[in-house]
């Protein structure tokens, strides 16, 4: 399945009732969204430290692997697949 970025939306016209759905996958985001959405979700605690947003982590871990995926410069490892 499809990584999702955000919930689906759903949007009624007015006046009628057909339903427009609206899906954000993970992988027709572009990098600068990404990139966005995973500084908002790192926060600074009193201590200096940065964390991640207490339930986020998950985004977090979607983002990361998305940005891998993508081959992203500071996000790319340094593994080689051995066959």
Do not use: C
Not at 29 to 46: A, G
Not at 51 to 72: A, F, S
């Amino acid at each position: 399945m499809p990584v999702k970025f955000k919930p689906s939306q759903s949007v009624r016209a007015r006046g009628a009732t057909k339903t427009t759905t609206t899906h954000h996958w993970m992988k027709g985001q572009k990098v600068e969204v990404l990139e966005k959405e995973l500084e908002s979700i790192q926060e600074v605690d009193i201590d200096g430290r940065v964390t991640t947003k207490k339930g986020k982590g998950k985004l977090k871990q979607k983002i990361l692997n998305e940005l891998v995926r993508r081959e992203i410069k500071p996000y790319k490892t340094h593994f080689k697949v051995v066959k």
